[in-house]
């Protein structure tokens, strides 16, 4: 079989697995859900790498020292496991804007197998369906602690946290003041931070 070395190769109605995924060729980033694969945006704009740079950033330098680890994209997040047949069994690979990961075994040369404990995702307004419905339903399913929404146009953030399978609302960020990380007692993230101009 000829490598696949343009996004146009693949047949967007047929389902993928990492194995599949770890052969192709082409710059371009997608994400597969559930053995579909989905083009991912565009560079992202400015004012969504400097809300980005900032979760990093801040996340990065309270971790120092400590066991979890702040990862951006583009960085593998493989939320289904290996199985007897390794990366043929994995079906879903997600490119979180940010991501914590706070277990050293879910950490690989690849990226992170497994759920990560805190992931971050700063709309666009081609992504605000997908990370709003899509996205939300499978970090939930797949057992990811904290989820959080930024809205970078609403200068609104959503945060959840998962409660016996379920996300639960932590609050919605939309106005000067801390915002706490229930994942990482102690990190304190400030609204006007992420949303200064």
Same mark, same amino acid.
């Given at each position: ?6 996004? $146009? &190769?693949?047949?967007? $109605?047929?389902?993928? $697995? ?6 192709? /060729?082409?710059?371009?980033?997608? *994400?597969?859900?559930?053995? #579909? ?28 020292? &400590? ?21 043929? &069994?994995?079906? %879903?690979?997600? /490119? ?30 081609? %992504? ?5 419905? *899509? ?19 609403? #200068? ?33 993230? /400030? ?5 200064? *101009?």
């Amino acid at each position: 079989m000829p490598p696949i070395t343009s996004f $146009s &190769q693949l047949d967007v $109605s047929k389902t993928y $697995s990492y194995a599949d995924y770890l052969t192709w /060729q082409f710059d371009e980033l997608v *994400e597969l859900v559930k053995g #579909k694969v989905r083009r991912m945006s565009p560079a992202p704009r400015r004012v969504h790498q400097r809300i980005s740079g900032y979760f990093f950033a801040t996340t990065y330098t309270h971790l120092l020292d &400590q066991r979890c680890e702040v990862y951006h994209a583009p960085f593998d997040v493989r939320l289904t496991t290996a199985g007897p047949n390794g990366d043929a &069994q994995i079906t %879903t690979v997600v /490119q979180p804007d940010i991501c914590v990961v706070c277990d050293p075994a879910k950490l690989d040369d690849k990226g992170c197998l497994g759920s990560p404990d805190w992931i971050i995702e700063i709309l666009s307004p081609s %992504t605000a369906a997908y990370d709003t419905k *899509e996205k939300f339903d499978l970090y939930e399913e797949s057992g990811v602690t904290e989820y959080w929404i930024v809205f970078p146009g609403e #200068k609104s953030i959503a945060a959840y946290v998962l409660e016996n399978g379920r996300y639960q609302s932590r609050g919605t960020y939309f106005a000067p003041g801390d915002m706490p990380v229930h994942t990482l007692p102690g990190l304190q993230l /400030q609204w006007e931070r992420v949303f200064e *101009e």
